[in-house]
């Protein structure tokens, strides 16, 4: 019974989301902003990661992920590091951003054993530059809380936003070649998609 309280839960919130907040997202042919954000994976005191600096080399890959907690969003990033070899073959760059806090970002790339970066996007800020951040309805954290899984004790005292699933790609000048967004959380870009379009503008 629980299970299905909640799978109606996402789905209506999915449902707004796909209505409200998709449209309003970068999409091909937008430029893809810049930004500086620390990578989880030294804690506090993180290594200063510029997307500037990573898109001037190659395609740059910019994945927004829920957290640790998220078993759809564990999923795709060991999806994603499968295919860390092809994209940097192709001179390419793969990011994930996540809103984890307290730690919770380092324990995850260890205990999956990524092997490309996760930057630690406090606030959503970098996805709201994206559009791809939402305020967490107050039914869901009630919801969360039900399974165990305190958000606000992850996010810290922030504004309470998530990102929806989304994955860009853009080349070296910045341009989106690539977007995928969805406000349903069980909806993913595929890996095989994604290193398929690095490959390709890597050789345009």
């Not at 070899?85 to 205990?111: F, N, S, Y």
């Not at 080349?171 to 989106?176: L, P």
């Not at 969805?182 to 345009?204: H, K, L, M, N, Q």
Request: aromatic share 8%; glycine share 10%.
């Amino acid at each position: 019974m629980a299970s299905q309280w909640y799978r109606a839960m996402l789905t209506a919130i999915a449902s707004r989301l796909n209505v409200a907040a998709v449209p309003v997202v970068l999409q091909v042919g937008d430029t893809m902003p810049d930004f500086v954000l620390p990578d989880v994976a030294d804690g506090a005191a993180g290594e200063m990661v510029s997307s500037a600096e990573l898109r001037a080399r190659g395609p740059l890959v910019v994945c927004f992920v829920r957290g640790g907690w998220c078993p759809f969003c564990t999923t795709t990033l060991s999806a994603l590091d499968l295919i860390v070899p092809r994209v940097e073959a192709a001179g390419g760059t793969l990011l994930a951003l996540t809103p984890d806090t307290h730690g919770h970002g380092a324990e995850l790339r260890e205990r999956l054993g990524l092997r490309f970066t996760l930057l630690s996007d406090v606030d959503c800020g970098v996805a709201l530059q994206f559009g791809a951040a939402y305020r967490v309805p107050q039914a869901y954290h009630d919801a969360l809380l039900h399974f165990g899984i305190d958000l606000r004790s992850r996010l810290g005292d922030g504004p309470g936003l998530l990102p929806m699933p989304a994955t860009f790609v853009c080349d070296r000048d910045g341009t989106i070649g690539f977007a995928y967004i969805s406000g349903d959380i069980t909806e993913r870009a595929e890996p095989a998609v994604i290193s398929e379009f690095v490959a390709a503008i890597a050789i345009s």
